[in-house]
């Protein structure tokens, strides 16, 4: 039978950027240079004299080059190494991978599962970061599930050795990387005495200091549903912002969304949510978070950001009513002027609205989950 499909794929380099001063602050020397690492395009904008600002940008690239060669899921690495030894008994890691690996398991018990970095054989199945999805069947799907288990793996961070007992185990790192690489690139440009910097690793951003004295970076955050509309505006100092989408990579079969957020216990795309925008002070909390959330779904993960220190953000649901955490006021403003509903969760006691949006004010970037949309049909 001849099958129909639309697929929508990011391709980051068509991202549509608003890149420009703020109201009321002049740029100064912006340094900013593009580069396709782990998965995406990397955009890094440094502020400073051009030859340090260009060193900086350029040590930055090779530290998350560094982290990509440790991590990547579909080209050879040290992860890769691990998986490959799957029901073999310990082998010997990277302690700097055993150590994140550590931090994928303590995110995945945090949230009871939700958050799970054993999902290689699900994410090899659809096929979404290789750039051709499928539709697997129901019998494949089981398959790759029996193969899960966070709970399963042990990693021994004095030895460096990490453990994964099932053959045909795989760690998927994919949804902690990017936020990792963030975290190493501000270490290194905190070395580098660098005070003003941001970077956009295909949609988790990291605003290092102030744009300039007095005015913080402004990001943009996509409406899910129109690629050419905002629904809101972060206002960041020291903060990174990571948005996580059904629109960021999917495809379209018999009217129906697949997205590349897989719900753990079933196998198939998480439902119940557009999209979930997280900030907080760490790229790691960030990236991993916005994952766990999706898959909590809006009650349940609004709940888990409230009880989280530092950390906040909103959701949009299947419905694209906006859940913000009672704390986002001091951080995001809503684009349509109207303070947002109400939580429909009582979990937390602390209060704020979002501040009504200045729609004539310029941001500073776009945080866009699939920056151009490449439509192609494929047939099979």
Known sequence: MRRQWLSRIAVPACMTVLFCSCTGGPSGDLHKETRFLMGTFVEVTVKGPAQEAKRAVGAVFDEMKRVEELTSFHTSSGLTQVNASAGQGSVQADPELATLVGESLSFARETDGAFDPTLGPLAKLWNFSAGEPRLPEDSEIKAALDKRGWQHVTVDASSGTITLPREQMSLDLGGIAKGYSLDRARLVL???????????????????????????????????????????????????????????????????????????ETGYPAGGLRSVTIIAADGVRADAMATAVFGLGAKRGLEYVEKTPDVEGFLIDANGEMFFTSGAADLIQTTDGQPPKPNRVNTSSRSGQPFPFAGTELIDHLLVAIPCLNQRKQSG
């Open 190 to 264: 905190v070395k580098l005495g660098v005070q003003s910097a941001l970077i956009n690793a295909g949609g988790d951003i990291l605003a290092v200091g102030e744009k300039s004295p007095g005015h913080p970076w402004r990001i943009g955050v996509q409406d899910p549903r129109n690629p050419n509309g905002l629904v809101a505006v972060a206002t960041l100092r020291d903060r990174v912002i990571v948005t996580s989408g059904d629109y960021e990579r999917f495809f379209v079969h018999e009217g129906k969304r697949y997205h590349h957020i897989l719900n753990p």
